[in-house]
């Protein structure tokens, strides 16, 4: 299984960072050893004094592809989910500046928290989902699909012309503005429309 990260696909999010605006998605993956499913509680690493959020809808790959289409994209995943790319942005700054890979800020071990998923077809748009990040009861994310800078089957269609797809892939499809920092006891719990994907504390 291979988790996929789109970065950069909101622009708001993108000019809080500071970031330039991608002409094509920009993307990187995280390990097996990142996923934390079931509502397990997320540990703080010690080797970070800026560990932040990154509240992202999720797409679950059902059959292998290559060199995929985006009009047959949609023909490849049946479930939507949510979760967080958990980002040391301390560490993150200092590979950027350096010119380095960033897998030591955003793929470590418990990075990629995964909910369950909902089949696609409960949703009347998939250009429409909207979805949101609560920190301690108080909502911090807002985002809706239909925002993203590169859809959900272009995202596909491009990430498949560099890595076979396969059934279990996961690709968190980017996040919107609002990220920011957490701390030890802090709650979170992720919405899609009205229905809570996911609720874990920081440990």
């Given amino acids: 299984m291979k988790i996929i990260c789109i970065g950069r696909n909101y622009l708001p999010h993108i000019k809080e960072l500071g970031h330039e605006i991608p002409t094509e998605p920009t993307f990187f993956l995280k390990p097996d050893s990142s996923v934390i499913t079931r509502?397990?509680?997320?540990f703080l690493p010690e080797f970070s004094q800026q560990l932040e959020y990154e509240v992202e809808l999720l797409v679950r790959i059902d059959k292998v592809g290559k060199y995929i289409s985006e009009k047959f994209a949609h023909t490849y995943y049946h479930e939507i989910g949510l979760g967080i790319d958990f980002t040391a942005r301390d560490l993150q700054k200092t590979c950027i500046e350096k010119g380095n890979p960033w897998e030591i800020a955003k793929a470590f071990?418990?990075?990629?928290?995964?909910?369950?998923?909902?089949?696609k077809e409960e949703f009347a748009d998939l250009n429409n989902i909207n979805f949101h990040l609560e920190l301690n009861g108080e909502t911090v994310q807002v985002g809706n699909s239909g925002?993203?800078?590169?859809?959900i089957d272009k995202i596909i269609s491009y990430v498949s012309q560099f890595f076979t797809l396969k059934t279990g892939d996961i690709i968190f499809t980017g996040t919107p503005k609002g990220v920011g920092k957490?701390?030890?006891?802090?709650?979170?719990?992720?919405w899609i429309e009205n229905r809570k994907m996911f609720g874990f504390w920081v440990k």
Avoid: K, T
Wanted: proline fraction near 3%.
């Fill in 39 to 42: 509502n397990r509680p997320f």
């Fill in 182 to 190: 957490v701390a030890i006891n802090d709650r979170l719990e992720g």
């Fill in 109 to 119: 071990d418990g990075s990629a928290i995964v909910s369950q998923f909902i089949e």
């Fill in 147 to 151: 925002d993203m800078l590169f859809s």
